[in-house]
């Protein structure tokens, strides 16, 4: 069984203290992976935190407003890769075989904004025995410089890649919540919570829980977001949270 997960940056960092790894909850999370039946058939993708979105709010980068700005560039994707090997580290201490795999290396946005993300490294470590941590990212973007490229589009991206059986988002809160405040079970249409739905509470340029949402419906797979005392349960084989059951973007 093969597993898509996306640690989100919100949960493995201090997201409003610049640069700040949320050590804590760093090593709950790899944990739980490490003690999981999964093993090695996941793949994971890790956000931006406190590590992407301070640079790139301060350059005004987005997933739709670039830059061409070299300093930006190297700052924003710098402290991503930073973030990154903490994460590789935390997995690395408690005997996952995790290994970097970074975006901005591989992946393009067309004029149109259409990503292209080669996979072809992704499947081959995992089907050598790796567990490849990949992260939000800038992407080179014709016409644009370079944009932010989000970990939930990498999600999107790479569980077909991989025909994952299970796709899992973790972040700060229990799952998509309704004007109440109550997690919502499943959603099959952006409308049906699209009132609902706000960006994040922290610095964020990639439109926090409602572009999460938006991302996941355009999976064909059914993905579930959820916190992170629910990680565990999700790796058991468990739909805690919201599951978002995509149409395939049709
Ligand atoms: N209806 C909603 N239900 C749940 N969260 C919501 C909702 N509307 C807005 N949010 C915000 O979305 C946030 C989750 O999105 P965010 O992008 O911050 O998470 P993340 O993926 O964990 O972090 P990162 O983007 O750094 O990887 C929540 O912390 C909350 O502030
Ligand atoms: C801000 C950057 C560079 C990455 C954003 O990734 P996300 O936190 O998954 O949206």
């Given at each position: 069984?093969?597993?898509?997960?996306?640690?989100?940056?919100?949960?493995?960092?201090?997201?409003?203290?610049?640069?700040?790894?949320?050590?804590?909850?760093?090593s709950?999370?790899?944990?739980?992976?490490?003690?999981?039946?999964?093993?090695?058939?996941?793949?994971?993708?890790h956000?931006?935190?406190?590590?992407?979105?301070?640079?790139?709010?301060?350059?005004?980068?987005?997933?739709?407003?670039?830059?061409?700005?070299?300093?930006?560039?190297?700052?924003?994707?710098?402290?991503?890769?930073?973030?990154?090997d903490a994460?590789?580290?935390?997995?690395?201490?408690?005997?996952?075989?995790?290994?970097?795999?970074?975006?901005?290396?591989?992946?393009?946005?067309?004029?149109?904004?259409?990503?292209?993300?080669?996979t072809?490294?992704?499947?081959?470590?995992?089907?050598?025995?790796?567990?490849?941590?990949?992260?939000?990212?800038?992407?080179?973007?014709?016409?644009?410089?370079?944009?932010?490229?989000?970990?939930?589009?990498?999600?999107?991206?790479?569980?077909?890649?991989?025909?994952?059986?299970?796709?899992?988002?973790?972040?700060?809160?229990?799952?998509?919540?309704?004007e109440?405040?109550?997690?919502?079970?499943?959603?099959?249409?952006?409308?049906?919570?699209?009132?609902?739905?706000?960006?994040?509470?922290?610095?964020?340029?990639?439109?926090?829980?409602?572009?999460?949402?938006?991302?996941?419906?355009?999976?064909?797979?059914?993905?579930?977001?959820?916190?992170?005392?629910?990680?565990?349960?999700?790796?058991?084989?468990?739909?805690?949270?919201?599951?978002?059951?995509?149409?395939?973007?049709?």
């Amino acid at each position: 069984m093969t597993v898509v997960l996306k640690l989100g940056g919100s949960v493995i960092t201090e997201k409003d203290e610049p640069e700040t790894v949320d050590r804590a909850a760093l090593s709950a999370a790899v944990s739980a992976i490490a003690e999981s039946a999964v093993g090695d058939d996941i793949v994971l993708v890790h956000g931006g935190g406190s590590f992407g979105h301070h640079h790139a709010a301060e350059y005004g980068v987005s997933t739709t407003a670039g830059t061409h700005d070299v300093a930006g560039v190297q700052a924003i994707h710098g402290a991503m890769c930073r973030l990154n090997d903490a994460v590789v580290d935390a997995l690395t201490e408690q005997g996952v075989p995790a290994v970097p795999v970074h975006p901005f290396s591989a992946a393009t946005r067309d004029a149109d904004g259409d990503l292209s993300l080669p996979t072809g490294q992704v499947t081959t470590l995992l089907e050598e025995g790796f567990v490849p941590v990949l992260h939000g990212d800038l992407v080179a973007h014709a016409g644009a410089g370079a944009t932010v490229l989000s970990g939930d589009e990498l999600v999107v991206e790479l569980a077909p890649a991989v025909d994952a059986d299970r796709v899992g988002v973790c972040s700060t809160v229990s799952g998509v919540l309704d004007e109440d405040g109550a997690v919502v079970d499943s959603i099959e249409s952006f409308e049906a919570v699209a009132a609902a739905l706000g960006g994040s509470d922290a610095t964020d340029v990639s439109g926090g829980m409602a572009g999460k949402v938006r991302a996941l419906l355009a999976l064909s797979a059914p993905a579930v977001v959820f916190g992170p005392d629910a990680l565990p349960a999700f790796l058991a084989g468990e739909s805690p949270g919201t599951t978002i059951a995509g149409d395939g973007g049709d």
